[in-house]
């Protein structure tokens, strides 16, 4: 089977989340980049699966030219194939970017046959806008679930779990077919030594296509005003049990 | 948490390791009110101790850091933080091989456990090396890890339960005050924090990659950058977690691919020193909220490392093949411009005190060390020579400088760095008015702290064949060496040469307080005649050598010091600081505005005769006077003294009369053939056949002038720094002695002929055994070269009295060889020349 997984490079940011000057962007000069945490389970999805079923799995991404860090990444622990949709390194719209995504997928569909599977996270660690998988399934036509949590492939049809409260909810979807998982998916592997220097030497296609924008524009980020931590030394060494004890069962640990 | 105090006798700004040891030290030696702020948590703040790899392979071939390190592994042991998985370093090439033999040597000098192993005895120890990559090991059992944040917190607690200490944690640092001294540096009073002002005494800078923004506040410069060692930690590994231990296999550090594996509990940790020199500015450095892992653990640069993962796979395939990267940093630590540590009083700012790149291998002893200087005004535990921040001229603070060079040695951190090496970047900082001339001689450049000074001319080829001079068969012993040296040296005492003496520095002190003021500082009379020289020491406060110079006395209130190029930046520090408070003396840098031009060899009076107006007779300008006068009209101040041996002057002039002067005494001495010759026969053959002593070799506070053979018949009436312990040194027998030794045979097993460098190579008995003396001191070679007149190969080295007798047999090992040694003078006899008959014309 053919499964992609499409991922975002986002920042890796401390408590503090350092702004641009004029606070329209995450300042990331001294950050280290990453891919969220539900997109680091769609990609750990689409390796098994393949290892599972047999095929190809892809990794794709929109972004700057330094988003090949991210695709590598998912080269070194098992994807076969990495895509770059290069941006001109501002951060797309929704609309846009599922516009892009759309016409990657046909053009990569086109060479290579369809994918069963396209995989999303839930909703991107920075922007945080649930759309683009939604809008890439609308506009591919394809049965699109979100919030997966459980994936399990029984020839055309994708069986899916989602959690809702204390119960989950199961749905069955036609292949081909999109999803939005989350973390707790499974549990991503590392990358291998062995794996790194495979992904080193691994080709990154370019698919040059773009989309028009969407009406969502980004005004101004602000840093939530910094809470003050206090901190208490309850005591050091067999003295301090008595408060350790007092304090747990205050927060309700111990009762 | 108490409140912030409003004063204190130190601060120290930093809790990484080197505060924690430091704060301990101080409380042990009696400060009873210290006060230690970070801007991070405890008992990890974030900075380079943090993430350290907390290994420490105890052998270096420099003395000061394997005291440090040693002194530091026994603290840590005492601590109770320490174990001792040992150590193997690798070698993949032959060259390698020949650098773990001297790795043996070393070892053997510092009296470290130490063995060379072949590729399946290493297998044996680290049963998951591919043996095949590897011609061979050398394993130091000694090698141990530690908990350095643990060692912290221990030192830390035994100063505030002894109630020494205050601790302020998330504190930080907002200014450094100072204010104005008349007739003296500014003198740090305060340290504004966002607690709270502090005032103190004294103020340490132990902020490590930070160190330089902490300094700049208070007008101070500490040379550092931050730089990137990237690590990875990958596991998990089976061979590793069966151990069921933080480490049991030895640490294998891969020395030809500058990198490392540790385990570290089930998975290794792989670090690297090959990767392109990484640098982040100190004010870049994420703070402690915005760093995803902490301000020192850096974002991973992946494909920096990527060679490095290959060579790692080529050395342990079995383990690392499907080990899982699972953290990985560019973890940030300190270089400085020369790669040694920054510790003592900055030269700005009285009383603020820089404790500053320090691995965690030092950690402890510097904090002794540190604490040690803090306490006595030196310290005991080594001589700081190569760590103290004051070596450091100003054109070597600049950040350009800094990181030129720390971009040139980073990748030489596991390097094979010959005693002799130049550095490459940087060059041209300081020439000589004579360096056109010398360019055209073909001189090749050596740098003394930025000084370029020819260390001998390729234009002197010719004599190589004239004096039938020997070259050196082995590579490492000709590296950075020419038989040109010989062959000068043979010119200069057959005819005449010149020397390029302008990188020594000239400090004039005067003033109304001067006699009252050298005298304090040096321990020979200096209240002579004017045109008379002083030959003297300069003592620490412990009666060891602080340095070794000439003073002239140029007018009854005048008195021109000169000193080495390799210590003038300390030695200014030193007596910037021990000025009068009064005013009564100013300290004047006369460095720049003077060069300096040896002319010896038995001609020399003859050439010298025909240009210069004064009398040169012996009677009329005695040895070691001092006489202003003319050469063809050039005004000179003109010194009768010499390092090499033979008759002649120091003919100092103004710069811009400097190309005239020597255009001049070339021309003069044409018709004698004179030649420009190097420092290699000023500084090695020619001061070792007359058993001259040079500072930072065989002169350094661990040593009296006694026992170096340079105290006088009589002792001064007036009190001087270092007099109490120096009169309770003469009145002692001598537990060391300095020799003269001359090398009996070249020959190794190979049968090639071998010349050891003099880089601390360790003398030995016939046995054998060390040679340590009643205070604990090692016998090694202090100094080596050629001695062409005498037809020996000379060494010196300080030997117990039992050993130091003129014709005693020893040994000296050297790239773990023995050759045999013989003492040829216990004492400062010249074995040149003994009478000085040739010296005093």
Known sequence: MRVLACIKRVPIPGAKIPLTDDGTAVDDERLGHTVSPHEECAVEEAVRLVEAHGGTSTVLTVGPPDAEEQLRAAVSTGVDQAVLVPTDGADWDPQRTAAAVVAAIGELEQADGPFDLVLFGNESADAGGFQVGIRVAVALGRPMVQGIKEVEVDGDTVRVSRPTGTTSEVYELPLPACLGVREGLNLPRYPTMRGRLVSRKATIAEVTVDGPAGGQSLVALESPPEQEVETEVLGSGPEAIERVISVLEDLKVLT | MSDFPARTDVVVIGAGIVGNCLVGHLSRLGWTDIVQVDKGPLPNPGGSTGHASNFIFPVDHGKEIATLTLESQRQYEELGVQVSPGGIEVARTEERMEELRRRMTSAKAWGVEAELLTPAQVKELVPYIEEDVILGGFHSPTTSVVDSLRAGTLLRDEARDAGHLQVFPNTEVLDVETEPVDHGLPRVTAVVTDRGRIEADHVVVACGVWSPRIAEMAGATIPLTPAVHQMADVGPI????????????????????????????????????????????????????????????????????????????????????????????????????????????????????????????????????????????????????????????????????????????????????????????????????????EVDHGAVFFDARGWERPQWYEGNADLVDRHHVEDREVEWDRRWWSPIINAEHLHLREKVAMVDLTAFQQFDVSGPGVVDYVETMFVNKCDQPVGSSIYTPVLAPNGGFRSDLTVLRLADDTFRIITGAFDGARDAHWFRKHLPRDGSVTFTDVTSATCTIGVWGPDAPALVGKVCEADLSAEAFPYASVQQTRIEGIPVTMFRISYVGDTGWEITTATEHGLRLWDTLAAAGEEFDVRPVGIGVYGTTGRLEKGYRLMGAELESEYTPVEAGLARRKVKAHDFIGKEPYLAAREEDPVAILCTLTMDDHVDAQGRTRYPTGGSEPILTLDGDRIVDARGRVSIVTSAGSGPSVGAYLLMAYLPPEHAVNGTKLQVMYMNELFPVTVAEAGSTPLFDPDNTRLKG
């Open chain 2, 238 to 437: 089976e061979i590793l977690q069966e151990t069921g231990t933080e480490i049991a296999f030895p640490i294998v550090r891969d020395m030809d691919t500058f990198m490392y594996e540790r385990q570290a509990a089930g998975s290794m940790e792989v670090g690297s020193y090959a990767h392109r020199p990484i640098f982040h500015h100190p004010d870049e450095i994420p703070s402690n909220d915005e760093a995803a892992l902490t301000p020192t653990e850096m974002p991973f640069t992946m494909e920096d490392f990527d060679d490095q993962l290959e060579d790692a796979l080529e050395l342990m395939p079995s383990i690392l093949e499907t080990a899982e990267i699972r953290y990985a940093i560019n973890g940030l630590l300190s270089l400085t411009p020369d790669g040694g540590p920054l510790l003592g009083e900055t030269v700005e700012v009285a009383n603020l005190w820089s404790a500053a790149a320090v691995w965690i291998k030092e950690g402890p002893g510097v904090g002794q060390l540190l604490a040690e200087w803090m306490t006595h005004g030196h310290p005991h535990l080594a001589d700081p020579h190569g760590t103290d921040i004051a070596r450091f001229y100003d054109h070597e603070r600049s950040e350009r400088h800094v990181l030129e060079r720390c971009a040139e040695h980073f990748n030489k951190t596991y390097g094979i760095v010959h005693p002799r090496e130049q550095w490459a970047t940087d060059r041209d900082m300081n020439v000589s008015p004579f360096h056109p001339r």
